[in-house]
């Protein structure tokens, strides 16, 4: 069994500064991508940005610059810095881990059970 677990939410003011943290533990012969994904109330799931087992990072164009991610493959884990944040990245975030569970089948998606992030204007 493979687990997600995400810390680091919580209230900021806008402008402010948060760091999100996922560990993955359980049966896991490797990691491929990690990133992060949130939902806000009303609207779906959209994706704010990845980074592949070598460290290649992608982003939604409205955290460009704003928010950077990393992981560390030693510790199985994924991080979300995320500056100046804006009461539009008010949502739910998610993390989500392609991994592979052995060497006899392909990567499947994980999912975290997300973190509220609330920024207050």
């Known amino acids: 069994q493979v687990q997600l677990v995400e810390s680091g939410g919580g209230l900021v003011q806008a402008g402010g500064s948060l760091r999100l943290s996922c560990a993955a533990s359980g049966s896991i012969f490797s990691l491929n991508a990690m990133g992060w994904y949130r939902q806000a109330p009303g609207k779906q799931r959209e994706l704010v940005a990845t980074?592949?087992?070598?460290?290649?990072?992608d982003y939604a164009d409205s955290v460009k610059g704003r928010f950077a991610v990393s992981r560390d493959n030693a510790k199985n884990t994924v991080y979300l810095q995320m500056m100046s944040l804006k009461p539009e990245d008010t949502a739910v975030y998610y993390c989500?881990?392609?991994?592979?569970?052995?060497?006899?089948?392909?990567?499947?998606?994980?999912w975290g059970q997300g973190t509220q992030v609330t920024v207050s204007s």
């Open positions: 989500n881990a392609e991994i592979r569970r052995s060497w006899l089948r392909g990567a499947d998606d994980y």
């Open positions: 980074i592949t087992s070598d460290g290649s990072t």
